[in-house]
T-cell receptor
């Protein structure tokens, strides 16, 4: 019940396209859902996050869509650029408990 | 700029030779975390400090220890590194235990020969 399942494992998108990464969870007590972006050899960087009382949050080209009833949330990257090529991790957390990470998605944007 | 700093960025140690990794932060955050990340995997929490209170994850091997002498610094000690301990070690901070945002350092890549 503590798991967060992330898909796909890897994704290739053409420059200018939309990248979509999906995550599903079981624990309805989770109350915070962040996305992290990690470049090779670097630490993860917080990209965008959402709380379950909001269905969508947008920051620039990055949007989180949240479906509470389906227990799913997704990251959309609009107008994907080669510089977006990285590994993306979704995560979930309940209060002061630890972050539960998804398995990660390696995104490649072809020029 | 306020940030999380890890030293060294790359560390090579011999099998069984103790090693210490360090993390410092200028964010004045109360919580500091240590994660282990192996290739193509998500970060795995080893332990964290809330101020001076140490919280160990149940599945963290005894081989891993930590010290936090003050708010700014936190150390990860690996007493007898094995080949399986080769990984990226990430330090992260957050303002408080119920503060959601965690800020990660750049990591230390540990190689065990």
């Amino acid at each position: 019940q503590q798991q967060v399942k992330q898909s796909p494992q890897s994704l290739i998108v053409q420059k200018g396209g939309i990248s979509i990464i999906n995550c599903a969870y079981e624990n309805t007590a989770f109350d915070y859902f962040p996305w992290y972006q990690q470049f090779p050899g670097k630490g993860p960087a917080l990209l965008i996050a959402i709380r379950p009382d909001v269905s969508e949050k947008k920051e620039g080209r990055f949007t989180i869509s949240f479906n509470k009833s389906a227990k799913q949330f997704s990251l959309h990257i609009m107008d994907s650029q080669p510089g977006d090529s990285a590994t993306y991790f979704c995560a979930a957390r309940r209060g002061a408990q630890k972050l539960v990470f998804g398995q990660g998605t390696r995104l490649t944007i072809n020029p | 700029d306020a940030m999380v700093i890890q030293n060294p960025r790359y560390q090579v140690t011999q099998f069984g030779k103790p090693v210490t990794l360090s993390c410092s932060q200028t964010l004045n955050h109360n919580v500091m975390y240590w994660y282990q990340q192996k290739s193509s995997q998500a970060p795995k929490l080893l332990f964290h400090y809330y101020d001076k209170d140490f919280n160990n994850e149940a599945d963290t091997p005894d081989n891993f220890q930590s010290r936090r002498p003050n708010t700014s610094f936190c150390f990860l000690d690996i007493r007898s590194p094995g080949l399986g301990d080769a990984a990226m070690y990430l330090c992260a901070t957050s303002l408080g235990q119920t503060s959601y945002e965690q800020y990660f350092g750049p990591g230390t890549r540990l190689t065990v020969t």
